[in-house]
């Protein structure tokens, strides 16, 4: 039997997470939802105490992604041992904060830097130093009960990790038990060929996908093969977490911001009424 957890993602409704931003909390609840991603970063203040008590109250599931303001300099891929040192600071912080939140995982391109892409192959010398750095991060964030979650990128936003092979190639060479895999549909529309074979791929280290169109537009209508993710999660991964992410295009929102031109969220409840009444048929249909 499956269960799904059902998410969202704070970009739907909002940049930057503050003290004033608790109440969304209740809005995603009262949605239906049961899990919810904040994101942090430098540019990122608040007190993680009522926001970890109000989740733990609504029973939402949180977790944690690197998306704010992130210094390209903290980069562990990268040759200069400085700037992997920085990289390792900067992810450790994160995962601290993710810990005092309550969030089950971390999940991102921590293997990497997004926005950092090279015109050149991937080095193995490259994977060899971010397998070395993502198991000591593995550890650490094992030691405070979050599971370390790498998610495969587009060509246009890393070198280092495109599809799900790659993302188990380097779970492999990492070795380590707290180092999970992310998919991500939007991500995956330029990468693989086959969304079934590519979950299948990830085995027992996946743990859930983040969900929207290939255009960041609401689940359901796009290019994604909707039927095919749900029958490789059912024998797959039946207790996904499925996390719709896109960002806010609305009148007062920052998707521009992020390479979004497409009035594709202009309203964030909409979008997920919309998305997880198309995502619990398609999970209802695979049974």
């Known amino acids: 039997m499956t269960s799904y957890k059902y998410g969202a993602h704070q970009f739907l409704w909002l940049e930057h997470w503050t003290d004033k931003s608790l109440s969304l909390l209740d809005d995603v609840r009262e949605l239906g939802l049961d899990c919810f991603e904040i994101s942090l970063g430098d540019d990122i203040s608040f007190d993680p105490a009522p926001v970890r008590y ?65 015109r050149h192959p ?33 060509r246009f936003r890393t070198h280092l990790l495109h ?30 060929r086959d969304y079934g074979k590519a979950i299948q791929i990830s085995g027992t280290k996946l743990v859930g996908i983040h969900a929207c169109e290939n255009d960041r537009g609401v689940p359901g209508g796009g290019l994604v093969p909707w039927k095919e993710v749900f029958s490789a999660l059912k024998s797959t991964c039946p207790h996904a977490r499925i996390l719709m992410e896109t960002y806010n295009t609305g009148s007062d929102g920052f998707g521009y911001q992020r390479g979004i031109f497409n009035n594709t969220c202009p309203d964030a409840s909409d979008f997920v009424r919309k998305g997880l009444s198309f995502l619990k048929k398609c999970a209802e249909e695979a049974l």
């Open 54 to 118: 109000r989740a733990e109250q609504l029973g939402i599931e949180l977790t944690v992604g690197p998306g704010n303001l992130w210094p390209m300099e903290c980069d562990i891929s990268l040759e200069s041992r400085n700037h992997q040192l920085l990289g390792m600071a900067w992810h450790r912080r994160i995962i601290e904060k993710s810990a005092e939140l309550g969030a089950v995982a971390y999940c991102g391109a921590t293997y990497g830097h997004p926005g950092h892409v090279v």
């Open 122 to 154: 991937r080095q193995f010398a490259e994977l060899e130093r971010v397998a070395e750095n993502l198991h000591e991060l593995a550890d650490y964030a094992n030691k405070l009960n979050v599971q370390l979650v790498i998610e495969p990128m587009s």
């Open 163 to 192: 599809t799900s092979q790659q993302a188990a190639d380097l779970v492999s060479l990492v070795d380590h038990p707290n180092l999970l895999i992310n998919l991500d549909t939007y991500h995956m529309i330029t990468e693989e």
